[in-house]
């Protein structure tokens, strides 16, 4: 038989606010366990709630760069269950009335493009974090992350393939990271996704058995982890090996293969209600105009923008719009000075391998972008040469120097003077006579040696147009 795959996917997205959803404890991740943790995010009966609005504010922009209804009233629910991370014994979630509604985002495939409909977005809060402790056989709670704002983001069954899965997927991580939504930090647990998976016949609407990968934060093991639990289920249905169920799986990448967690759960055994606490909450257009007035440019949008008016090549483009902090970097050096393949170069050639040496990602690249610029200046107006341009690119990063006032006090300006570099090259030419004669006798990959002696000679500080010509005109005398 042919069978495809149908999947549907619910991912979990933590909301760049500063404090927790109900409380003012530190939303930040990094601390130390327990660290941001306050009676009302512990758990504890009897304290008023108070709505953050800022997760608000960031939901309504989820919605819009999605393509979502924003619901005019929005409400909160308590969905009740038992686990030690989750000290009320219950989450505060949207069931009834979920903030956004009827979504779409448009992938591209090898398959060409593909529609993606969203059923809802709903806002609700994180759970703690259990810490597995193999050595001493025990189980430790991390409340840190107990009620941190996040949305849900749900799917309809819409995707057949991994790769659909993994397209839209960065596709959402690029939506929301540059709206601000999230950092999207998928190794950190910002962006987490439930894949629920099923197969089915080809050419029948019957859905098969439905089980749920839960907590999935990597693409590469996401697209793993879909190939083994398809080819699970079709090998069920094809010799009756097992029986499939609706349950909860949990992914070892390391091993690759998924593991049963619990039976999956349905609506009901949740008990759900409305939050008494909490009323209703009104978004009229003046609130979701205000939001979508602040929402910067998309990143496929800029790439349309950085291919066609700016004339960049797509490869370069593609690296620039990965990352929001590497959009508003080549923006502000652009704006002091206007040659935009001269800044992408600077960007991806020389600036990405010094933050990667420092081990520093293109969301934490910090930089004096119009001290970046004038460094690009000065190489550019032949002040200094590329070579120098590179080292002082580095105290700029490192240091945060003044470009032009590290030159001067350095006496790194370029030198073009012919009378001096001829005199460096005659020395050249003396010290390296094998070279020479290689040259001469046609071999031209001696020639970059010879010119990079020339350099040396120099400290580094010639111009390399004008040594390359002089040493050319010398040598082919």
């Known amino acids: 038989m042919n069978y495809e795959i149908v999947m549907g996917l619910e991912v979990h997205v933590e909301l760049s606010t500063e404090s927790k959803l109900f409380c003012s404890c530190s939303a930040k991740f990094g601390a130390e366990p327990n660290e941001n943790v306050c009676p009302a995010c512990a758990g504890m009966p009897g304290l008023p709630v108070r709505i953050n609005k800022k997760a608000i504010d960031l939901a309504i922009a989820a919605g819009l760069v999605t393509n979502c209804e924003i ?117 950190e647990g910002s962006m987490r996704c439930d894949v629920n998976i099923s197969v089915r ?71 759900y209600f409305p939050n008494p606490e909490i009323l209703p909450i009104h978004i009229d257009t003046s609130w979701i105009d205000s939001i979508e007035r602040t929402l910067p440019e998309p990143a496929h949008v800029r790439f349309e923008r950085m291919t066609g008016v700016l004339g960049l090549p797509e490869y370069d483009s593609g690296i620039i719009t990965g990352s929001l902090n590497l959009c508003r970097i080549f923006d502000e050096v652009l704006e002091v000075i206007n040659k935009p393949k001269e800044v992408v170069n600077w960007i991806m050639g020389d600036l990405l391998s010094i933050t990667k040496a420092s081990g520093v990602g293109d969301d934490d690249i910090d930089i004096d972008c119009k001290k970046f610029a004038q460094l690009i200046g000065l190489v550019d107006n032949k002040t200094i040469n590329r070579a120098v341009g590179k080292k002082v690119l580095v105290k700029v990063f490192e240091e945060g120097i003044d470009p032009e006032a590290y030159v001067k006090e350095n006496a790194l ?65």
Not at 227 to 256: K, M, P
């Open 71 to 187: 619901s005019p009233v929005i409400a909160f629910d308590k969905k009740n269950y038992f686990y030690p991370d989750l000290p009320t014994g219950y989450q505060v979630t949207q069931l009834f009335a979920p903030i956004c509604t009827n979504g779409w985002i448009d992938i591209e495939t090898e398959m060409g493009s593909k529609h993606i409909t969203l059923k809802q977005i709903h806002i609700e809060e994180d759970a703690g974090k259990l810490v597995h402790d193999a050595r001493t056989r025990s189980t430790l709670v991390d409340f840190n992350r107990a009620s941190v704002p996040l949305i849900e983001i749900v799917s309809n069954p819409d995707f057949r393939t991994a790769e659909e899965v993994t397209e839209y997927l960065d596709k959402l991580r690029s939506l929301l990271s540059f709206a601000g939504v999230s950092d999207c930090k998928m190794q």
């Open 201 to 271: 016949e080809v050419g029948s609407d019957i859905l098969g058995t439905r089980t749920e990968i839960k907590n999935m934060n990597s693409l590469k093991a996401i697209a793993r982890a879909i190939e083994y639990e398809s080819q699970r289920h079709i090998n069920a249905l094809e010799t009756g090996c097992e029986e499939l169920v609706q349950e909860t799986r949990r992914w070892d990448d390391d091993i690759g293969m998924s593991f049963s967690m619990r039976e999956k759960a349905q609506e009901a055994d949740y008990r």
């Open 413 to 477: 300006g370029m030198v073009s003077d012919t009378g001096f570099l001829e005199a460096a090259i005659a020395e050249v030419i003396k010290e390296n006579e094998k070279s020479v004669s290689e040259y001469r006798a046609g071999s031209q990959k001696v020639f970059g040696f010879i010119v990079g002696q020339v350099m040396k000679k120099t400290a580094g500080k010639a111009d390399p147009q004008t040594v390359n010509a002089l040493l050319r005109a010398k040598l082919d005398a």
